[in-house]
């Protein structure tokens, strides 16, 4: 399992939560069994993600609804995806490879996303949102292939 500070990871069939609270440096955990992909914190994370990159791209020029439109939401869509599918499948290979699936929609993700600052459709703030959201997308998922 990893142990990054202030993060959610999920290991064995359940969820980790770590809360760490600076004033006290004492941790707290919480374990819950993980009876669904819905349950997965890096699922939850990305659907919000999904969220946010649907909004951003609303405002895309109409000339890019079937370009860096669409191209922005596949991946994004295909991020929690394949996490549910993968937490579908009956072995943690199986599951592992979907994750690493899931990993690679995520970084096209954010290569679309610089592009799309690039051209000038998102701001710097904008683009910064989304890149940080993706970024800890990233490490949440980053420490379940880890603790697996």
């Known amino acids: ?37 819905r349950d997965l914190v890096v699922w939850q994370k990305s659907m919000a993600l999904v969220t946010e990159v649907y909004r951003h791209t609303e405002r895309f020029p109409r000339a890019e609804a079937f370009g860096l439109t669409a191209q922005l939401r596949r991946a994004a869509v295909s991020i929690p995806s394949n996490i549910a599918e993968g937490q579908g499948r009956l072995s943690t290979g199986e599951f592992k490879q979907f994750l690493g699936h899931a990993r ?14 690039e051209l000038g ?25 880890g603790s697996l």
Do not use: K, W
Not at 104 to 117: D, F, H, K, N, V
Not at 121 to 145: K, W
């Open 104 to 117: 690679g929609s995520l970084l096209e993700l954010e290569t679309q996303i610089l592009i799309a600052q």
């Open 1 to 37: 399992m990893s142990s990054d500070a202030g993060h959610t990871h999920v290991a064995d069939n359940h969820c980790i939560v770590r809360e760490m609270s600076s004033h006290l440096h004492t941790t707290r955990f919480s374990v819950s069994p993980v009876r669904s992909y």
């Open 121 to 145: 459709y998102l701001g710097t703030a904008e683009g910064h949102e989304l890149l940080e959201h993706a970024a800890e997308t990233g490490r949440v998922l980053n420490g379940l292939l």
